[in-house]
């Protein structure tokens, strides 16, 4: 299995093209790919159309997939806002790489409307990358689909972030380009995929149970109102703690049941839609049960920067990828860091000379604890490596 990843900031599509596509030949040694990922910023909208007939065109009989986004990632940098492609290819030996293309409407019984879908085997565990449209595809939906068809695989992804509207997107699977639905690919065989899911936040307080709620409405926590603990974290917390409270505050529902204490990875991090001044109660963007564990947490750069460092030291005895996938929020990056390349060059430090490549998202898709996730101003990792083949490629 070989990797290759690049970026150009050219200022016309086939220049760009050309010089990313000359560095993946560079990179894999002559070997011919059998996947190109693609990620195109807007500033080429006028002739991106075009993008998949030319990687066709230089990659032939190559499995294509790709979106819009408004920052790529490649060749170990991070561009934000301005006129890039990245290009990333993989030589996957005993890989079998097929194509998918969901149409808008059509996430709920995905074995109807994909026949590529209904032949798979889930004892297979094959693995999929995901690339929705944030206007058309209610990623939620489809992504609990592929986990109730697929429950052992892993599912990694972003939603493009190109466009402002409906329709402004452009996606590809295969040599097709599509403004909506979703796009992805399947990996069959001799493939590993395993995943780094950094949601950039820190603990506050001590854990708690949900002792009194429903659905997204949170009325006790450990025997008391949400209201009385906030108000007394608050009153405890630093200066600075108590900015972050204002705009960056949020809940950890813990995902590892029957363990009394919890690290990074641990706990599925969800907004914190309103607080009821009168009842005390919390509404929560996720849905809760009784006996939950719960947490607050906060987010800031630093914050941001020490968990993913948490995650790529536990990850200290996995085995070296060949290649990455990063699907990083349009959150995090300069706008949250300061500087380009943050997440590119803590990677880079972590496992020199693996190449990297993906974009910035509009939500990103990666698992906790077996289960997978739409969620925000997160990085999410997908680590690919040789496996012993499970299926037959032909």
């Not at 560095?23 to 790919?33: F, I, R, V, Y």
């Not at 004892?123 to 689909?145: K, M």
């Not at 950039?200 to 854990?207: L, N, T, V």
């Not at 929560?284 to 987010?299: D, N, P, W, Y």
């Amino acid at each position: 299995m070989r990797w290759a990843s690049s970026i150009s900031s050219e200022a016309q599509l086939d220049a760009a093209v050309a010089e990313c596509s000359d560095a993946l030949e560079a990179g894999l040694d002559g070997l011919a790919p059998h996947l190109v990922a693609g990620f195109v910023s807007p500033d080429f909208a006028d002739r991106w159309t075009r993008l998949p007939s030319l990687l066709a065109r230089r990659f032939p009989g190559t499995t294509l997939l790709g979106c819009s986004a408004n920052g790529v990632v490649g060749g170990g940098r991070e561009v934000e806002g301005e006129r890039a492609l990245a290009l990333v290819a993989a030589h996957l030996p005993s890989v079998r790489v097929t194509p998918l293309v969901v149409r808008s409407g059509d996430f709920v019984d995905l074995e109807a409307v994909c026949p590529r879908i209904a032949t798979l085997q889930a004892e297979a565990s094959p693995s999929f990358v995901v690339l929705p449209d944030p206007f058309s595809c209610p990623a939620e939906t489809l992504i609990g689909e592929l986990d109730r068809l697929f429950p052992g695989s892993v599912k990694i992804g972003g939603l493009a972030s190109a466009a402002r509207q409906p329709g402004g997107n452009l996606l590809w699977a295969g040599d097709e380009a599509v403004h909506g639905g979703a796009v992805g690919v399947v990996l069959e065989g001799g493939l590993a995929v395993d995943t780094l899911v950094a949601q950039g936040c820190r603990p506050i307080g001590m854990p708690l149970f949900v002792t009194m709620g429903q659905g997204h409405l949170i009325q006790q926590l450990d025997g008391r109102r949400p209201l009385d603990l906030l108000r007394e974290l608050y009153d405890a917390a630093s200066p600075r703690d108590r900015e972050l409270f204002r705009g960056s505050l949020f809940l950890g529902v813990v995902m590892r049941d029957g363990e009394s204490a919890y690290g990074p990875g641990d706990f599925l991090v969800r907004n914190l839609i309103q607080l009821d001044a009168e009842s005390g109660a919390l509404a929560v963007a996720a849905e809760i049960r009784e006996g939950s564990v719960v947490q607050f947490h906060l987010r800031d750069a630093q914050t941001s920067a020490d968990d993913l460092a948490a995650h790529l030291r536990d990850s200290e005895h996995a085995a070296r990828p060949a290649g990455a996938l990063l699907f990083s929020c349009l959150g995090r990056g300069r706008h949250l860091y300061g500087a380009p390349d943050h997440d590119s060059q803590v990677f880079a430090a972590r496992w020199a000379g693996v190449p990297l490549g993906g974009f910035f998202c509009n939500g990103e898709i990666g698992p906790v604890h077996g289960r997978t996730f739409l969620h925000g101003y997160t990085s999410s990792f997908g680590l690919f490596r040789s496996a012993k083949a499970r299926v037959a490629v032909g």
